[in-house]
């Protein structure tokens, strides 16, 4: 059920919920009303549109949503976060507070998704002991890959076998780079955007987790370690029906940049039909 309902005494019969439905399913009646509840995306626009909070859907209250107008944040700002990212490969062994982890999850499932799908699965290392036995597990099964010859010619094989290498004579990590914590996305392999909607979940997830001073990096060696090592995602508890994405790794950084660096200019094409 989507438990459309509308506030008559809010309700200005603007029509902008109308108007803005993807799904063409509210018409006015005077009022707003849905004419086809399965055709509904559940995208919630209308929700977000309505300009005296008088419309409810999938029982959400309004008034519980955070008001746009004056808390956007700085365009210049948000520039300066963009072009300061940085892939973070040091840091501290602590974990993180656990409230924290579970806001830049919450905040991230916001993100975009094909035809609304919704159905990014976040699997995440809350806690470094966790992150420890992982990192044992799978540098063991890389080491004894290589002492086999089993590892994989190209990029992957040389990569892998670097990370074996520093793990047993330096016990450096290449492969989380000494991250306290994981964060891998994984969809359906029938989504129908599976190839995108993990990547832009971990973007969001990525910028929020910086806004708020928490180092990522992209782990291409866990992807590529978790390829070759295929029982390792079963027991990280991802169906077997899903697709992954990626994973990054992330905590509290051990280093502090202080300045953007100078990329560009953009490649830009221009389209002149």
Request: charge should be negative; aromatic fraction near 6%.
């Amino acid at each position: 059920m989507l438990q459309f309902r509308i506030d008559e005494e809010r309700c200005i019969q603007c029509g902008e919920c109308a108007l803005e439905c993807p799904a063409g399913v509210i018409v006015m009646d005077p009022q707003p009303k849905i004419t086809n509840e399965a055709g509904c995306f559940q995208c919630q626009h209308c929700l977000a549109v309505c300009p005296t909070a008088a419309v409810s859907i999938l029982g959400k209250d309004p008034d519980a949503s955070m008001v746009l107008a004056g808390n956007l944040p700085d365009p210049a700002r948000l520039a300066t976060l963009i072009k300061g990212r940085r892939a973070v490969r040091r840091y501290h062994d602590h974990d993180l507070p656990p409230e924290l982890i579970e806001h830049l999850l919450e905040v991230s499932c916001h993100a975009p998704t094909g035809v609304n799908a919704r159905s990014v699965l976040f699997t995440v290392v809350r806690e470094r002991a966790v992150m420890h036995r992982l990192r044992e597990h799978l540098m063991a099964r890389i080491i004894s890959l290589k002492a086999d010859g089993a590892l994989p010619e190209g990029l992957a094989g040389q990569y892998l076998g670097w990370s074996a290498k520093a793990w047993q004579e330096e016990g450096k990590d290449i492969l989380f780079r000494g991250a306290p914590h994981l964060l891998i996305t994984s969809v359906p392999a029938d989504a129908p955007c599976a190839g995108q909607d993990p990547l832009i979940a971990l973007t969001t997830f990525q910028l929020l987790a910086h806004a708020h001073g928490v180092g990522t990096v992209w782990d291409g060696i866990c992807m590529m370690a978790l390829a070759f090592c295929p029982e390792v995602v079963g027991r990280l508890g991802i169906p077997k029906n899903h697709i992954l994405g990626y994973a990054i790794a992330f905590g509290e950084p051990a280093v502090e940049y202080q300045r953007t660096v100078q990329r560009g200019p953009a490649q830009v094409n221009v389209v002149t039909w």
